[in-house]
């Protein structure tokens, strides 16, 4: 598979539950809110057919799943309630966790489906209670798509054991004349035993239970059609949409005989469903046969080997044939009315509750797949044509031999996707020649006329198609979904799309009719497969298609993408435009010095260059900042969902209020917030929510509030997690970490009520009297502090006892450029993020005095300490003895500490450089920055600074 379109899928995916989760908690306090259900089944709906692409089949069958459990809700036919929102939202669970899978090992994992997978088969069939947590008593019904085809790797279906009567009821009455078709298809001729295409003896038995599924349903639903021939455009629809699956499913692993019948069957349906032809018995004989048939060549599977063991079926297809050209519509010779063998077929003891949709189905394609199949194969053939002169000139260039394999498969998967056989097995054919070709190195130069006239046929093969695929679209009938719907467009998706058209084996996402098959086509049914492993990229790109992964590069890389708005490109290109003017300015004072030109006048030139150059780094610098910023709901819409679970595992009433969820900040800051934030949030509905029946003794409502909100706070981001709970006594936290061993009674009596609450960040630390399996174990919080930390950020706490708890997070708005103050330390610059500099003063030594073993000054009614930096970081003490004192007023939050130091310097922009990992954890530094002249400055952490002063005596 091809990287970038894996990467594309997995980034669309998120972006897909992101918008699937949030809206399902919405869902379910608006259960009538159609416009919501609209908004889930979309994104749904694509993660569906994406996965389904690129062969997901894990994704895609559980995705199917709950898409049609949201189809039902919006077509009214069942009711929203808890019980199916917590299915649903159990299947986003085990998506979400397949999706990060893709990204870290490549694969789907082991992720547990099947128990959620019944659960839904369940709420499908109206048999799910809340007590059927474990889905045994699951009836699973149907699963009918009604847009793309799936083959899902699910477990086999359950089905509730019926009684005789019901049996009876889905059994079929034999005439008396003629042979039965069991008898009549025990003579077919057996035919040669091939491999089908599939992916693993569990895909190949997913496709015989679907298989099993649709006879069923076709059997039935004929036996309907018979009683009821006049009103029937439903229940044609529903046939015909069984046939269609049957036919594609079949085309997807190969069952030429399966695929043949089905396929004309599908088109005998399609002129009923026109009118062309009415609906008779002789109609209804036929196609139950057809039903037998099919279950003949089901039942032919060796889904262990791979193998097919298929039987004759030209005499039925010369029959169907005859009808959909306008003949009689007869039964073979010597056939009656046509029974379903209780002994063979699958529907025995089983009770057949087959849940028809009404919505029409069209025969004609979605525009969108015909312009993006359109668009593949015009890319893909001018990269045939490119290919084929190069080799023309030197038959060597093993890229471009690489490249035409390449584009020669994607035009073969294209054909298939689109169900146009005829050029899927051309295409496969002349793969075939030319990857033999190549892995036996003969010289390509006697090949290339054969190859351009063998191309020149698939082009003429296309052409023909694409005429015929354009009068479907044309006469696609008018779609029957909601305005809502139709309004928007998926453009990301689409993109996606068309990318995975050209490197995936696809499978079918619309009803297709065949195109009549052109002159030129070739009658060899198989050819060999091109290998699965792809050559290197060649030199052009530009008419090469994407190159897929090689072995060795199976697991794709975690990719980090950030959505940007097409003007913030246009504005940069406009500063690159200039920023090479202001260059071509350099070159040209230079010349003027070699040439000696007047030197006041080269001067004043440089200057004004300087100045235009100083404008655009800073205008680039500001759009780059721009295109780097995301808004923090992203991350604040995981939240609902955590609360909401939280609050049922607790057995609390817990309402979560989302503030500012537009502020921006750097997208590295806003991948790593999420776990700290999971933590606080876990912490106050656990600990800091009291029971309902304890907050309406103390007067408060029974339902607890949850608030998470961010804001902008100087150059910095705030994001606060507050609730209104018991809040935190910082006489239990001193008493509790005695307990543990974390600190000494002297140095606990010690602590302000401050210093005493931020016990809770201590590794280990717990004031939780029980362990529940949401917290308590002393875990998280401490974890919290060293990531807010590495994010150059601080944390602090603010709570009162009996009225709650607040976390506030400061954060940079980013982490690559910063204002700082310069400063001089024994003889060493030094910089301090300016967010942190409250002030920059003079203080005289005289006016210092000692406050309990440190040095403190009243500075404008406020006392404030004061702590040389020197001594802080261990070097020598260069003001000491000094007259007057320069000093920084540095602030954590609401504290302020002053620090003494040589000199102040300029206030400059730097850019922060982490440090090597070599140099281990320095205390109080948090990384470094290069200076004009190369030197390296380190950058101070204002709040670890601050925590180092508070044990530091003077």
């Not at 006016?847 to 403190?856: E, I, P, Y």
Request: aromatic share 4%; proline share 5%; hydrophobic share 40%.
């Amino acid at each position: 598979m091809d990287p970038e379109i894996f990467a594309d899928f997995i980034v669309e995916a998120k972006e897909h539950l992101e918008t699937i989760e949030p809206n399902l908690l919405e869902l379910e306090k608006a259960p009538d809110n159609l416009s919501i259900l609209n908004e889930i089944f979309r994104p749904m709906h694509s993660l569906k057919g994406a996965s389904g692409f690129l062969g997901l089949n894990k994704i895609n069958g559980l995705a199917h799943r709950a898409e049609n459990v949201m189809d039902e809700l919006r077509k009214g036919t069942m009711t929203t309630s808890t019980v199916i929102m917590d299915v649903i939202l159990e299947a986003t669970d085990a998506l979400r966790r397949m999706i990060e899978n893709l990204e870290t090992i490549g694969n789907e994992g082991d992720v547990e489906t099947e128990g959620t997978i019944v659960k839904l088969d369940a709420i499908m069939a109206g048999t799910y209670s809340a007590d059927d947590a474990d889905g045994s008593s699951a009836d699973v019904i149907n699963d009918v798509s009604d847009d793309i085809v799936e083959v899902s790797a699910t477990s086999p279906t359950v089905i509730v054991e019926s009684s005789s009567a019901d049996s009876a009821d889905s059994s079929i009455a034999a005439d008396t004349v003629g042979v039965s078709s069991r008898e009549w298809i025990a003579t077919l001729a057996p035919l040669n035993t091939y491999a089908l295409n599939s992916f693993g003896e569990g895909h190949l038995k997913d496709f015989i239970d679907e298989a099993k599924e649709n006879v069923e349903n076709l059997a039935t639903g004929l036996l309907s059609l018979e009683k009821n021939p006049t009103d029937h455009s439903e229940l044609v629809n529903d046939l015909f949409r069984f046939f269609h699956n049957l036919k594609g499913n079949s085309g997807i692993v190969g069952y030429n005989e399966l695929n043949s019948v089905t396929h004309e069957a599908e088109t005998l349906l399609n002129m009923v469903r026109h009118d062309e032809i009415p609906v008779s018995k002789n109609l209804v004989d036929l196609l139950l046969l057809v039903v037998d048939v099919i279950d003949e060549l089901i039942v032919r599977i060796d889904p262990t080997s791979g193998q097919v063991h298929p039987v004759d079926v030209n005499t039925l297809l010369g029959r169907l044939q005859q009808a959909n050209n306008g003949g009689a519509i007869e039964m073979p010779v010597g056939v009656g009315r046509v029974p379903v063998d209780s002994e063979n077929t699958s529907t025995k003891d089983k009770k057949v509750d087959p849940k028809l949709s009404s919505e029409p189905v069209a025969p004609t394609i979605e525009s969108d797949d015909l312009s993006v199949f359109i668009d593949t194969v015009k890319q893909q053939q001018a990269s045939v044509n490119l290919a084929l002169e190069e080799l023309a000139k030197d038959s060597s260039q093993k890229e471009y031999i690489d490249g035409l394999f390449r584009s020669l498969v994607t035009i073969q998967n294209a054909a298939n996707f689109m169900e146009l056989e005829d050029i899927k097995t051309y295409a496969q054919r002349t793969s075939g020649i030319v990857d033999k070709a190549r892995s036996t190195d003969m010289d390509f130069g006697m090949m290339v006329d054969l190859l351009k006239q063998e191309c020149s046929i698939i082009s003429d093969m296309v052409e023909t198609a694409i005429k015929d695929l354009k009068k479907l679209a044309s006469d696609k009938p008018a779609p029957a979904a909601p305005a809502t719907e139709t309004q928007k467009t998926d453009n990301v998706v689409k993109q996606s799309s068309e990318k995975v058209v050209q490197s995936a084996s696809p499978v079918k996402s619309s009803p297709v009719s065949e195109v009549a098959k052109p002159a030129s086509a070739p009658s060899s049914p198989q050819a060999s497969a091109p290998k699965p492993q792809a050559p290197p990229t060649p030199p052009k790109p530009g008419a090469q298609p994407p190159t897929p992964a090689k072995k060795d590069d199976a697991v794709p890389k975690s990719s980090s993408t950030i959505r940007v708005d097409h003007e913030k490109l246009d504005h940069l290109m406009n500063l690159i435009g200039e920023l090479i003017i202001n260059r071509n300015r350099y070159t040209l004072l230079a010349r003027q010095l070699e040439e000696k030109v007047d030197v006041n006048l080269v001067a004043q030139n440089l200057t004004e260059t300087t100045y235009g150059m100083a404008r655009i780094s800073d205008d680039l610098q500001d759009t780059i900042m721009k295109v780097r910023m995301v808004p923090v709901s992203s991350v604040f819409s995981r939240f609902p969902r955590l609360v909401r679970d939280l609050s049922r595992k607790s057995g609390k009433e817990v309402e979560l209020v989302m503030e500012g969820e537009e502020t921006e900040l750097d997208k590295s800051v806003v991948e790593v917030i999420g776990d700290p934030l999971v933590h606080l949030i876990r912490n106050s509905v656990d600990h800091g929510i009291e029971d309902a029946d304890v907050r309406v003794a103390k007067g408060k409502s029974a339902k607890g509030k949850v608030c998470l909100r961010a804001f902008h706070k100087g150059n910095s981001v705030a994001i606060e997690v507050e609730d209104d709970g018991k809040g935190i006594d910082p006489e239990k936290m001193r008493e509790v970490a005695i307990r543990k061993g974390i600190i000494s009674p002297e140095d606990a009596r010690a602590l302000d009520d401050r210093e005493a609450m931020e016990l809770i960040f201590a590794p280990g630390f717990s004031s939780a009297e029980v362990i529940t399996d949401i917290s308590g174990r002393g875990v998280g919080m401490d974890v919290v502090r060293t990531n807010i930390k590495s994010l150059k950020g601080s944390i602090t706490i603010s709570s009162e006892v009996g009225k709650g708890t607040r976390f506030t997070l400061l954060l940079p708005l980013t982490l690559a450029i910063i204002d700082a103050l310069m400063v001089n330390v024994a003889g060493d610059m030094y910089a301090i993020p300016l967010d942190a500099v409250s002030e920059t003063t003079k203080i005289e030594a005289r006016r210092l005095t000692d406050v309990k073993g440190r040095k403190a000054v009243t500075l404008r009614g406020e006392v404030l300490g004061i702590l040389s930096l020197a001594e802080l970081l261990g070097l020598p003490n260069n003001s000491a003895g000094q007259d007057v004192l320069s000093v920084v007023v540095i602030h954590d939050n609401d504290r302020r500490l002053g620090l003494v130091v040589d000199r102040l310097l300029e206030r400059q922009e730097i850019v922060i450089k982490p440090l090597s990992a070599y140099l281990g954890d320095l205390k109080g530094i948090s990384g470094a920055t290069i200076m004009g002249d190369g030197s390296v400055i380190l950058i101070l952490d204002p709040h670890e600074i601050y925590m180092m002063a508070t044990s530091k005596t003077i």
